[in-house]
Nanobody
Framework: QVPLVESGGGLVQAGGSLRLSCAAS????????VAWFRRAPGKEREFVAA????????YYADSVKGRFTISRANAKNTVYLQMNSLKPEDTAVYYC??????????????WGQGTQVTVSS
């Protein structure tokens, strides 16, 4: 098991920014590919961004490219999602996910409980 805990969600106005954090305990996140997903009300869960475990590659959904940035702080065993220029359509529950030594986005084995992001217009 890889316990993942998200934090940093909240209410923000359109055009604002938030930084989400995904922290792990008992496992070294640098050995895992990590991704962010989101689920908006009434919609399917969708991929947002991913970070390869070893080569620094990152991947983004077209809808967030240029606005969101995924990054790692290995010393803190944490992965971040910096979200800028937020739009009301970014409103969703955001989930962190991990898979051992995953490079490109794929099925993930471990999931956090999610953190709510609400963007007001």
């Amino acid at each position: 098991q890889v316990p993942l805990v998200e934090s940093g969600g909240g209410l923000v106005q359109a055009g604002g920014s938030l930084r989400l954090s995904c922290a792990a305990s008992g496992r070294t996140l640098s050995n895992y590919g990590v991704a962010w997903f989101r689920r908006a009300p009434g919609k399917e869960r969708e991929f947002v961004a991913a970070s390869s475990w070893n080569d620094g590659n990152t991947y983004y959904a077209d809808s967030v490219k240029g606005r969101f940035t995924i990054s790692r702080a290995n010393a803190k065993n944490t992965v971040y999602l910096q979200m800028n220029s937020l739009k009301p359509e970014d409103t969703a529950v955001y989930y962190c996910a991990a898979a051992f030594r995953a490079t490109s986005p794929r099925a993930y084995d471990y999931w956090g409980q999610g953190t709510q992001v609400t963007v007001s217009s």
